[in-house]
């Protein structure tokens, strides 16, 4: 009889544990079937302050005297099966009537690849603000392959320097 039991509890666990197996791979079928490639995600990214490589990386040491920047602003990511859109939107009170360089820049890449306009794995448009130091530009770009994220780079070009005169980056790689 004690021997009987053993068998149904084993049983028992067997029948539970296939039970559990298959409820867990509908539920991650589901969520495969949720992630296909037709698939639209969005997510807005906030502008820092911040130079970067193209790497990501943060540049630590400051290609000239810093000045106080006083813009804020923000990147609505959309990603849409290859394709990714960046909508970016600042306002720089300081300077109203100003172009910047934006660009739209595809990760990981290394540190040794250039990410200018022109540059495999770049989208870049020009931003200008409106009297009260306001703008939008929207940039597409199709995403290359091994791309598993993207960040926006806003630039105001120096005329006495390969440096930028402004910039702000993305806080993070946004996924793709």
Known sequence: MVG???????????TA???????????LAIGTAAASPNSTKTQTVALLPVLR???????ATAP?????????????????????????????YNRPDTHYDVG???????????CGPGDPGTAFAGLDTDAAGGGTVTIHD???????GVWVAVQRPNPH?????????SEIVAPV
């Open 64 to 92: 000239q005297v810093p000045l106080p920047f006083q813009g804020t602003g923000s990147v609505v990511m959309t990603t849409a099966g290859s394709s990714v859109t960046a909508e970016v939107r600042v306002v720089i």
């Open 17 to 27: 544990t296939i039970g559990l197996v298959t409820s867990l791979a509908g539920t």
């Open 4 to 14: 009987q039991m053993r068998t149904l509890t084993r049983l028992g666990l067997s």
């Open 142 to 148: 199709s995403i290359r392959p091994g791309t598993t």
């Open 161 to 169: 320097s390969q440096s930028p005169a402004e910039y702000y980056s």
């Open 104 to 114: 739209l820049i595809q990760a990981p890449r290394p540190s040794s690849a250039p």
């Open 53 to 59: 490589y193209c790497d990501f990386g943060f540049v």
